[in-house]
């Protein structure tokens, strides 16, 4: 059974930088891809930034430049550093992992404020 718990969220002045951690548990085998989505009130979610498998990065128009998605594959740990915050990146932050032949699995979400 995959498992993915998020930390690292809190609440910071704009401008300010966070990182957060996913963890995975369960099988790593066959993974195809991690990501990191977000949900603001009121707002569907949102892609942030995604990784795949061979190391390929994706990130959102709103994000380039200031996050940056990485992944420590002997700790099943993947990452998302988020420096010049705004108050506009208020939300909450999901980890996502997709596995071939599983499907999709969801962390729990960790929630990110940032101060204006």
């Known amino acids: 059974q995959v498992q993915l718990v998020e930390s690292g969220g809190g609440l910071v002045q704009a401008g300010g930088s966070l990182r957060l951690s996913c963890a995975a548990s369960?099988?790593?085998?066959?993974?195809?891809?991690m990501g990191w989505y977000r949900q603001a009130p009121g707002k569907q979610r949102v892609l942030v930034a995604s990784i795949s498998s061979g190391g390929g990065e994706n990130y959102a128009d709103s994000v380039k430049g200031r996050f940056t998605i990485s992944r420590d594959n002997a700790k099943n740990t993947l990452y998302l550093q988020m420096n010049s915050l705004k108050p506009d990146d208020t939300a909450v932050y999901f980890c996502k992992a997709t596995y071939w032949g599983l499907g999709d699995y969801w962390g729990q979400g960790t929630q990110v404020t940032v101060s204006s």
């Open positions: 369960g099988t790593s085998l066959r993974l195809i891809a």
